[in-house]
Every structure is written in C-alpha cells, then in structure tokens.
C-alpha cells in the first residue's frame, strides 16, 4: 500500500503562482509513476501531468503545458507541481497519484493510489 499526501494549495490571484507537493510514504513497483489530475465542480478529473520516477520523462495537458512544471525528489520520495501564469480556469481540487508500469499515464483510471486533494483557488 501507498500513501500520498499533496500540500501547497490555497488562494492566489490570476497570473500568480502556487507550488504543489506530493510525498509518498514509500516508492516500489506500484510507484513507476506519479500524476497530477484536477477536477472542478461538475466536470470529470482531468489530467494535468505526470513525471515517471526512475527516469524524469513527464507529461502534459496541452491546457497547462508551458505554465506547469513537474519535477520530484527521489531522496525525499516527493513530486512537485509548479503552476505558473495560473488562470481562473485552474481553480479545482487537485490531486496526485501513483501508478504501475502497465497502463496509460493520461487515464485516472489506471492509478490504484490516491491523495486526498489539495485545493487551489485563482481569483480573476
């Protein structure tokens, strides 16, 4: 079993930035990789990005790419969301996850393992 727990969410103005983080209480074959996913209220959880843990290869929405940067510490067992330029289209609960090697990094449906949420909140 995994634990996730994100921090860093909050109130910022449009144009401001966040940073968010993600620490897993540990990093085995069910970690190969870690995505951020956001869902706004009435609308489905979408993927914003994902980072693979072993070799650093990550993954954009084309909604955040250029503004969103994933990074993670392999030492503190901790993945980083850094939201730039945020918008007020940004405002949801954002969420990390943790996946196998098998399925798509895009899809929530292929992470068994979850954080609670953070949320994040951009006045216009």
């Known amino acids: 079993q995994v634990q996730l727990v994100e921090s860093g969410g909050g109130l910022v103005q449009a144009g401001g930035s966040l940073r968010l983080s993600c620490a897993a209480s540990?990093?085995?074959?069910?970690?190969?990789?870690m995505g951020w996913f956001r869902q706004a209220p009435g609308k489905e959880r979408e993927f914003v990005g994902a980072?693979?843990?072993?070799?650093?290869?990550?993954y954009y929405a084309d909604s955040v790419k250029d503004r969103f940067t994933i990074s993670k510490d392999n030492a503190k067992n901790t993945v980083y969301l850094q939201m730039n330029s945020l918008k007020a289209e940004d405002t949801a609960v954002y969420y990390c996850?943790?996946?196998?090697?098998?399925?798509?990094?895009?899809?929530?449906?292929?992470?068994?393992?979850w954080g609670q949420g953070t949320q994040v909140t951009v006045s216009s």
């Open positions: 996850a943790a996946k196998e090697l098998r399925g798509s990094e895009f899809r929530p449906y292929d992470y068994p393992y």
């Open positions: 540990r990093r085995t074959s069910s970690t190969y990789a």
């Open positions: 980072i693979t843990w072993s070799i650093g290869s990550t």
